[in-house]
């Protein structure tokens, strides 16, 4: 055959051969096949841990008992018991090293979340005793008058 | 044309060698890839939500995003509430204030207020991701960044995704969004950093009154389980042949 038809020939392999080795040292090593199929488990096999890698900030209500008992044991006792710590203070990272402290939330919005008086005939929300928020002492901190971790109403003063 | 013995000898081989070349592109795969293949593993993840128990307070929402990293007031989540309010005239009203972050704690949607004798029913729907069985955001992903995991969750490779979208245009419940921050597609993904050592998700923990709860879809045993196996349960937008496995007690028609 002739020279113009093998010279861009020789171009076009040369082009593909350097895509093949880009494509080899780009491509991280564990990229394959690792689920159920190509469609669905091609991927790069340590991405995997480095979704588990991924730090914990929610820490659960077990691991305060342990420093502030007075405080669980009052919740735990309780219509608030099933109410998560955090749900309320803020996720709990390392503390106490870091943060020393959690948030204090004396807002009123906090409470209003699940006491504000809607109507939800078909839900458990319609179950929890509701306030209306421009009525029922504005302005003031809830936790002025009901305590948050113990807030029954036979134990008001 | 004269063909000799020997051509014709000469032929047939290289024809064959020709035609056998493809096939060689086909592999033989090792002991632990056809394992892989067939796997029926002894661990699938499902979730169960009870529409009926939830009051709408958005705490799984907060605690999601901040386990999460998701901006916190930036309008993206990889959960969030939906208020369902219908009435007499058979209107479906819906809203998701901040994807109900702070909770719901204003009877109205968008300023309309409702007379309690006219509503019929309204409640509250968590949403999150499915992990459908056959999830169409891996299919449509063009460079394998997204992928499901042998226990059946779909996650995202940060590292990899070039942020394209088309993942968040296949989803048909639009649980993807874009990462403000990495700039990559987003998702629930069951908190798979929690679910891997053994916790439950944020937002399950949070939820104080059970209303979203995690399970192994292959033991019978999980308390979870045996509810979704015995008693009436419903996915959302089942039509599209995704195969969710996130399964909903308590579903309406006008849940969408």
Avoid at chain 2, 5 to 20: H, K, Q, V, Y
Avoid at chain 2, 37 to 49: C, N, T, Y
Avoid at chain 2, 169 to 174: E, I, K, S
Avoid at chain 2, 176 to 193: L, S
Wanted: glycine share 6%; hydrophobic share 35%; net charge neutral.
């Amino acid at each position: 055959m002739n020279n113009h038809i093998w010279r861009p020939l020789y171009v076009v392999l040369v082009i593909i051969a350097f895509f093949l080795v880009l494509r080899y040292f780009l491509v991280p090593q564990d990229f394959g096949v690792h689920g159920v199929n190509f469609t669905y488990g091609y991927h790069r096999a340590g991405d995997i841990n480095d979704w588990q890698a991924v730090p914990i900030k929610y820490r659960g209500r077990e691991f305060c008992n342990e420093c502030h008992p007075d405080n669980a044991a009052a919740n735990a006792s309780s219509k608030h018991a099933a109410i998560q710590c955090e749900n309320c203070h803020g996720p709990a990272f390392d503390h106490p090293e870091a943060p020393e402290k959690l948030i204090l939330d004396t807002s009123r919005d906090l409470c209003l979340r699940c006491h504000a008086a809607l109507h939800t005939p078909s839900s458990q929300r319609s179950l929890i005793k509701g306030i209306d928020p421009d009525t029922h002492n504005p302005a003031i901190p809830c936790s002025d008058c009901h305590n948050p971790h113990k807030p029954d109403l036979e134990d008001m003063q | 044309m004269r063909c000799s013995r020997r051509d014709l000898l000469a032929m047939a081989l290289t024809t064959t060698a020709a035609a056998i070349l493809p096939v060689t592109a086909f592999r033989f795969l090792s002991q632990a890839e056809v394992k892989v293949a067939l796997a029926d593993p002894a661990l699938r993840w499902g979730f169960l939500v009870d529409t009926e128990k939830c009051v709408g307070c958005g705490l799984c929402v907060k605690a999601c995003k901040l386990e999460n990293e998701t901006p916190y007031d930036a309008p993206v989540t990889r959960t969030w509430v939906e208020r369902y309010i219908i009435t007499k005239d058979d209107q479906t009203h819906i809203d998701s204030p901040r994807a109900a972050r702070d909770g719901f704690t204003d009877p109205r949607i968008r300023g309309e207020a409702f007379d309690p004798a006219e509503v019929t029913k309204s409640f509250f729907v968590p949403k999150l991701c499915n992990q459908c069985d056959s999830p169409p955001c891996v299919q449509v992903c063009p460079v394998g960044a997204t992928y499901q995991t042998l226990d059946g969750v779909v996650l995202i490779d940060r590292k990899w995704c070039i942020g394209c979208g088309y993942c968040i245009m296949a989803c048909p419940y639009g649980v993807r969004f874009f990462h403000p921050v990495h700039k990559v597609a987003e998702k629930c993904n069951f908190c798979y950093h929690r679910i891997s050592q053994g916790l439950k998700p944020a937002c399950v923990q949070a939820c104080p009154f059970g209303a979203r709860e995690i399970c192994n879809l292959k033991d019978a045993n999980d308390p979870i389980t045996r509810i979704i196996m015995t008693q009436r349960v419903a996915v959302t937008k089942d039509e599209y042949g995704t195969k969710p496995q996130v399964f909903y007690i308590g579903l309406d028609r006008n849940v969408r």
